[in-house]
């Protein structure tokens, strides 16, 4: 096997021919899948402040230790789909506005990777179908407000381990979802959440949400913090 390595602030290693993938990510991972529609097209995934010591599979033989904040950026030589791993410590991805967010098409797992903020992670993933939380722990999350803001793309959706137990925001988490049907919800503890208005704004096709009549909003600061809870049609 031939391996490349490359100095420089990030570690990277290239194993040619030997991608690690999502089986060598295990049940650990935070794995998705990205489309590439010209060669030597970039694929960024951006992020907020806070520490990195993330290792990243970009699916094509190279191999990353990142411990920059501000994104992590590749170049595939290819066209096609690309399913990336993210194993370490990741606590956050802030697509709104970014120039990849429309490059993004599966989630297949979150992982445990340190998760502490989901607040705009999957926003204007406009080509976004699929997304599964899978084996993950999002205990130490704050805020998922706007998470899926404008995913118009977004059919299926299994986020039944998402752990909210600590959210206080999750207003606009479903905004503009306008091609989601039905949503389980059942596993959402709402207790700490003091703002949930516009969580369905504009889902015009939203027929079924499983499991919200039993939640807890005691929590609510204010009536406002339902306000456009669920807007359709």
Request: charged share 10%; net charge negative.
């Amino acid at each position: 096997m031939n391996i490349i390595r490359y100095g420089g602030p990030m570690s990277r290693t290239r194993k040619v021919g030997s991608p690690i993938g999502y089986s060598s990510a295990g049940l650990t991972g935070f794995v998705s899948v990205w489309a590439t529609t010209a060669i030597n097209e970039t694929i960024t995934i951006p992020t907020q402040n806070d520490t990195f010591n993330a290792v990243v599979d970009w699916g094509d033989g190279t191999v990353e230790t990142i411990t920059t904040y501000n994104g992590f950026s590749h170049v595939y030589d290819d066209i096609g789909d690309h399913t990336i791993s993210i194993t370490g410590t990741f606590p956050n991805i802030y697509m709104q506005g970014a120039a990849s967010a429309t490059k993004l098409k599966k989630v297949l797992n979150l992982g445990t990777v340190g998760w502490t903020s989901l607040q705009s992670a999957f926003r204007s993933c406009s080509n976004l179908t699929d997304f599964t939380s899978g084996s993950t722990d999002t205990s130490a999350v704050s805020i998922t407000n706007a998470m899926f803001y404008q995913c118009f793309s977004l059919v299926n959706v299994n986020i039944s381990s998402l752990d909210i137990t600590g959210a206080s925001n999750i207003g606009s988490m479903f905004t503009q979802c306008t091609s989601l049907v039905s949503i389980d919800v059942s596993s959402f503890d709402t207790s700490s959440v003091t703002q949930m208005g516009n969580m369905f704004g504009a889902c015009n096709a939203l027929t079924s949400i499983v499991g919200v009549e039993d939640w807890d909003i005691t929590g609510l600061n204010s009536t406002g913090s339902l306000t456009n809870f669920i807007t359709v049609g």
